[in-house]
């Protein structure tokens, strides 16, 4: 699971209650997790009593749907970069200076 979107995906739930969560530094055994190994659903761990942990669920849902959001993002400034180049008469040089292509 992609730590960026578990973080993004995770700050949608409990809202009202900021840092809300946190990681296990241990396993239920006593062991180190190691930090590259620490930022997972399995890890996470409250900050605040009053909140609750969303379920596997729900947040791989929300992080589809964050995922989605990002792709579609692409795509619409991909068809818009289209759709100008198209109806304007730009050069090699200024479709560069405007869009990096």
């Keep these: 699971?992609?730590?960026e979107y578990l973080m993004r995906a995770l700050s949608q739930f409990?809202?009202?209650k900021p840092n809300w969560y946190n990681w296990k530094k241990e396993d239920?055994?006593?062991?180190?997790?190691p930090n590259n190994q620490r930022m997972t659903y399995e890890n996470i761990k409250?900050?605040?009593?009053?909140a609750t942990i969303p379920?596997?669920?729900?947040?791989?849902a929300?992080?589809?749907e964050l995922k989605q959001?990002?792709?579609d993002i692409v795509t619409d400034r991909q068809s818009a970069i289209n759709k100008i180049v198209?109806?304007?008469?730009?050069?090699d040089a200024e479709k560069k200076a405007l869009f990096g292509e």
């Excluded at 239920?28 to 997790?33: A, D, L, P, R, V």
């Excluded at 409250?46 to 009053?50: A, E, P, V, Y």
């Excluded at 198209?86 to 050069?91: N, P, V």
């Design 86 to 91: 198209s109806t304007a008469s730009l050069t």
């Design 1 to 3: 699971m992609d730590k």
């Design 46 to 50: 409250l900050n605040d009593s009053t």
């Design 55 to 60: 379920s596997k669920a729900d947040v791989d």
């Design 28 to 33: 239920s055994n006593g062991n180190k997790i």
């Design 69 to 71: 959001a990002d792709a």
């Design 14 to 16: 409990n809202t009202d």
């Design 62 to 64: 929300k992080i589809a």
